[in-house]
């Protein structure tokens, strides 16, 4: 048969899954559950019986109750935060030094995969086995304990990944340890810090169970004022606390990747 008298062939179409298809499901979960949510509290922030208005937030500010928690929430946090730190960059920089360190942060890795509750409830037993009365100082033995790893866990990785050349150079230029230390080692390792900071200080000012378990009925925090707004029906004046801190978390988030995402081995030196 002649070339130009052959029926045409058409080729079907090949069926071909690009990457940007898996991220459809991940898009539709944010869509879901954080922009949604995030839309709603900013509709009921400013809806006051029915009507758009801003009463919800002069209720806030005129009640010094709120300001005061939200104070006493802060300082409880940046306590702990600071516990946290002096505690888990020494044994960060420990574990480090250690030839099978990252085997030995599994031990600070395993109680992150036991319950929140029950580790809380655990610890109140055993404040109440010792006799020890529940307070703010319980709290915040409470919020070291739970979030120590999170502050280990950054800082060790950052402390590893750093240059071992920079740590010999200093010693061929005649450092001892201690200048090695706080020359070289601790502000390669500020990402890291600055990552711990954020993950302990944003949970702790936030968190309402640890008070309550705890507590003892004499500590509470900003988390338990949310809480409590939305059980007694108080949408607007929770919406507007919530709305608070999602800004403490997206400073914090800024604040991580603008001085913390400078290297991936650390930050630079003094």
Known sequence: MPKSLSPAIKRKPVFKISRKVFSYPYMLVLMLFVIVPTAMLLINAFIYDGEAS??????????????????????????????CLVIGYPVAYLLSKFKHGQMLMMIFAIPMWINFLIKTRSLA????????????????????????????MPIHTTISNIDKSYVEAARDLGADGITVLFKVILPLSVPGIISGITMVFIPTISSFAITTYLGGGEVELFGDVIYNAYNHDLYGVGSVMSLFMLVFVLVASFAANRFGGENEKGGSLL
């Open 125 to 152: 037993s055993i404040f109440e086995w010792l006799g020890m009365d529940l307070g703010a100082v319980s709290v915040i033995i409470g919020m070291v304990y739970i979030f120590l790893p999170m502050m280990i």
């Open 54 to 83: 801003g009463e919800n937030f002069l209720l806030f500010f005129q009640n010094t109750v709120y300001t005061d928690i939200l104070a006493n929430s802060l300082l409880v946090g940046l306590l702990s935060t600071i516990i």
